[in-house]
């Protein structure tokens, strides 16, 4: 199982760009990486997830380079109800599913 | 709506009192889990079902138990509460076992005193 850590804390304001890294050192050949999204006593929710390169949708973007021993969460122009924890998971197969381990995450507070 | 339902939201008990906490999803999920969360510790697996019937202990398993009798429901047991479960819990479903996107509930607040 791919041990992840990401910052504990970021800090923003409204319309700027926020970018979450999350290191992978030992992400396995078929390994994806996923991120969700959880707001105060709310469970958590899929924003993304990539397997190398870019991945973009509605919500966010995945950069993960070559070596894909990191990735980097990008938020576009966060707003208000962008505040939340964000987690970052390399899911392992095992017997036929993905495990999902969540750690502590990354709690980003967006101001004014 | 697509959607995890989790009953009831908020709880109050006793040391001992058994209980029951519902969960229900409404997508035809094969995989449903319950976690629970701890300041400082992030999300912990209780338990998880692939299918009907088949159940498996996730990483805190102790004190918990779990049943699968419909696709649908996968209710958590607590046979005798204690302090050390007060906790907030999750549940969720997942389509299949290979996908990476879990549908959380809204999840259950539970203080045993």
């Known amino acids: 199982l791919a041990k992840t850590t990401q910052p504990i804390s970021m800090d923003s304001y409204e319309g700027q760009e926020v970018n979450i890294t999350c290191s992978h050192n030992?992400?396995?050949?078929?390994?994806?990486i996923t991120w969700y999204q959880q707001f105060p006593s709310q469970g958590p929710r899929f924003i993304i997830q990539?397997?190398?390169t870019k991945v973009t949708n509605e919500v966010a973007s995945l950069f993960i380079p070559a070596d894909r021993k990191s990735s980097t969460l990008s938020l576009p122009r966060v707003s208000l109800s962008d505040t939340a924890v964000y987690y970052c998971?390399?899911?392992?197969?095992?017997?036929?599913?993905?495990?999902?381990?969540f750690g502590t995450g990354t709690r980003l507070l967006v101001s004014p | 709506e697509a959607q995890v339902t989790q009953n009831p939201r908020y709880l109050i008990t006793v040391t001992g009192k058994k209980l029951t906490v519902t969960c229900s999803q409404n997508?035809?999920?094969?995989?449903m889990s319950w976690y629970r969360q701890d300041p400082g510790l992030g999300l912990r697996q209780i338990y998880y079902?692939?299918?009907?019937?088949?159940?498996d202990k996730g990483d805190v398993p102790e004190g918990y138990k779990v049943s699968r009798k419909e696709k649908r429901n996968f209710p958590l047991i607590l046979e005798s509460p204690s302090p050390n479960q007060t906790s907030l819990y999750f549940c969720?479903?997942?389509?299949?076992?290979?996908?990476?996107?879990?549908?959380f509930g809204q999840g259950t607040r539970l203080t045993v005193v």
């Open positions: 079902s692939m299918n009907v019937e088949v159940t």
């Open positions: 969720a479903s997942t389509p299949y076992g290979g996908s990476p996107e879990a549908f």
């Open positions: 997508m035809n999920h094969e995989y």
């Open positions: 998971l390399v899911p392992t197969k095992n017997t036929g599913f993905q495990k999902l381990v």
């Open positions: 990539g397997y190398k």
């Open positions: 030992n992400i396995a050949t078929n390994d994806y």
